[in-house]
């Protein structure tokens, strides 16, 4: 493959989440030409990379022409060359070799790496943060993932798992994790955090939230995440002021985030980030109060992601080609 191939040629890219595979065949200036997705069985590590094989067969079938390598996002904690996953909360890898057992499967270019580290690149290479010299990516999801590009690159840390500030303890001996530690970021500015702490308004005080137990046939226990986000759009107080704390703990974490790295953008993606205004308009309002040395110094951005769903699937593409490129 010659260097204007690697240029101009269609990658594709894999998003693997806890419940599917989606993939697409992406051109060079992000465009999705195509897609595919399966389930993901994710109870054995050979059916997951079954589905994976799967989708990039159909994908290759579907695109008429060469491709230039197959990049792979995957919910998962990664080592820095991206050969091993190390932990997958949702999936079945322990410590697996994913890259070997997938290049030897697919016998193509490959990238290997973090979702929330391909959303980060898509959105510093087409979407909301484009041109920044320190680029921080937030994923609030079922938790929090992250991505870091500086100087044009994305870091991964020493061991490949930077980024990952779910896991900064916000609450001493606050709520248990499922990292083994209490009181972390995501326990209180996600998607599930918004579902714990509707279940525990809902069972200490059903009256105040009426309209939220409308919702779940009176059942507290049944109360998501998404129930309480689709309320909050229906203009429901008590789900708007859930949401609003869900704000408030994101921009102090961001605060913090602001303290160790000086972000010039801090981009909001994932499933959580659909509810935009509500939550970003009272993350913005703690930054200002909790940015150390507020009023001296210029805070980060914060602004929505501009990909949406598909940022990992874009960003994967692109990573691929680019360690093609360079000769990764
Ligand atoms: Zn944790």
Excluded at 232 to 256: F, M, N, R, S
Excluded at 301 to 327: F, P, S, T, Y
């Amino acid at each position: 493959m010659t260097p204007a191939d690697v240029r101009e040629l269609p990658a594709l890219g894999i998003d693997i989440g806890g419940t599917k595979v989606a993939g697409g065949v992406v051109s060079p200036d992000g465009t999705i030409l195509e897609t595919a997705r399966r389930a993901t069985p994710g109870a054995s590590v050979s059916d997951t990379e079954d589905a994976i094989a799967a989708v990039v067969e159909e994908l290759a079938g579907a695109h008429d022409g060469e491709l230039v390598g197959v990049g792979v996002g995957a919910a998962g904690w990664f080592d820095r060359t991206g050969d091993t996953v190390l932990f997958s909360p949702h999936l079945a890898w322990r410590n697996s070799t994913l890259r070997k057992d997938l290049g030897a499967r697919l016998q193509r270019p490959l990238w290997v790496g973090n979702d929330a580290d391909a959303a980060a690149w898509a959105e510093y290479r087409y979407g909301a943060a484009q041109g920044s010299d320190l680029a921080l990516m937030i994923t609030l999801g079922t938790g929090i993932g992250g991505g870091i590009v500086l100087d044009g690159r994305l870091r991964r840390g020493s061991h490949g798992v930077a980024g990952e500030w779910g896991h900064m303890r916000v609450v001493p001996d606050g709520r248990l994790c499922a990292c083994g530690n209490r009181g972390c970021w995501e326990q209180y500015a996600s998607g599930t955090a918004l579902g714990q702490t509707a279940r525990e308004v809902a069972r200490t005080s059903p009256a105040a939230a009426a309209l939220l137990l409308e919702r779940v046939d009176c059942e507290p226990e049944r109360l998501t995440g998404e129930h309480v986000a689709r309320a909050a759009y229906d203009g429901d107080p008590l789900a708007l002021e859930l949401v609003t704390e869900v704000g408030y703990w994101l921009g102090q974490g961001i605060a913090d985030l602001a303290a160790a790295l000086d972000p010039e953008v801090v981009v909001i993606g994932g499933g959580v980030s659909v509810l935009g205004e509500m939550v970003l308009r009272p993350a913005r309002e703690r930054l200002d109060r909790a940015l150390p040395g507020r009023g001296f110094r210029p805070g980060p951005r914060v602004v929505a992601a501009a990909l949406g769903a598909q940022a990992g699937i874009v960003g994967a593409a692109d990573l691929v080609r680019k360690a093609v490129a360079e000769g990764e």
